[in-house]
């Protein structure tokens, strides 16, 4: 069964702590997103992965890191560092960057306390 | 820099009104597409416009893309309660950057 995987559903963490959100795709495809999305707003660019090994900032990118060691693999860390981090996250794949659909998975809700 | 606005934020419509929302570019985009986003889900694509003045249609929903390449609207017509959601458009820019509009929530009042 081929998708995009998020985990965990929801997320709760102390205020000060780093997070790291999974996300996992078994498409094949070499572009993946991280989208912030907060209440009644929308989708807000992250961080961007075209190829394994590469990744740039997207408009929000400060207080996040990212890694693309492996096709499948675009974990996001949350960092003590931003200011906001209780919002819904959503990762998104695509065959290639740029023109191709975006593939979203089910999302993580993080509350920070 | 480019904008894009999308329009309206939030439209509420009696169940069987027909509801459109509005991609507005400062720049002609190379591209655009449509997706879905239930409550409390994540984003479906529906549609992806690429030539000028193209129309395409699914069913109740008819997508358009100006014929400058800057303007962009998905119409449904006769709503029912399972078109409700948040609709958004987004394009790709430089870098192959892809960006999200802010979105038209639309309600169906049953």
């Known amino acids: 069964d081929g998708g995009i995987t998020q985990s965990p559903k929801y997320l709760f963490r102390k205020e000060g702590q780093n997070v790291t959100l999974s996300c996992e795709q078994n498409?094949?495809?070499?572009?993946m997103y991280w989208y912030r999305q907060d209440p009644g707003q929308g989708l807000r660019l992250i961080y961007y992965?075209?190829?394994?090994?590469?990744?740039q900032k997207g408009d929000i990118a400060e207080g996040y890191s990212v890694s693309r060691e492996k096709k499948e693999s675009f974990p996001l860390t949350v960092t003590s560092a931003q200011k906001n981090p209780t919002a819904f996250y959503l990762c998104?794949?695509?065959?290639?960057?740029?023109?191709?659909?975006?593939?979203f998975g089910p999302g993580t809700r993080l509350t920070v306390l | 820099g480019q904008q894009v606005m999308q329009i309206p934020q939030y439209q509420h419509v009696q169940e069987g009104e027909d509801f459109t929302t509005y991609c507005n570019s400062s720049?002609?985009?190379?591209?655009i597409q449509w997706y879905k986003q239930r409550p409390g889900g994540h984003p479906v694509f529906l549609i992806q416009?690429?030539?000028?003045?193209e129309v395409k249609k699914q069913k109740r929903l008819t997508f358009q893309f100006g014929e400058a390449k800057k303007n962009s609207s998905l119409h449904i017509t006769a709503t029912q309660t399972t078109d409700v959601g948040t609709y958004f458009c987004?394009?790709?820019?430089?870098?192959?950057?892809?960006?999200f509009g802010t979105g038209t929530k639309l309600q169906v009042i049953p």
């Open positions: 998104a794949s695509s065959i290639t960057s740029g023109r191709d659909t975006q593939y």
């Open positions: 498409l094949n495809h070499d572009a």
């Open positions: 992965s075209q190829i394994v090994n590469d990744f």
């Open positions: 720049t002609t985009l190379s591209n």
């Open positions: 416009l690429v030539k000028s003045g």
């Open positions: 987004s394009w790709s820019g430089g870098y192959q950057k892809v960006t």
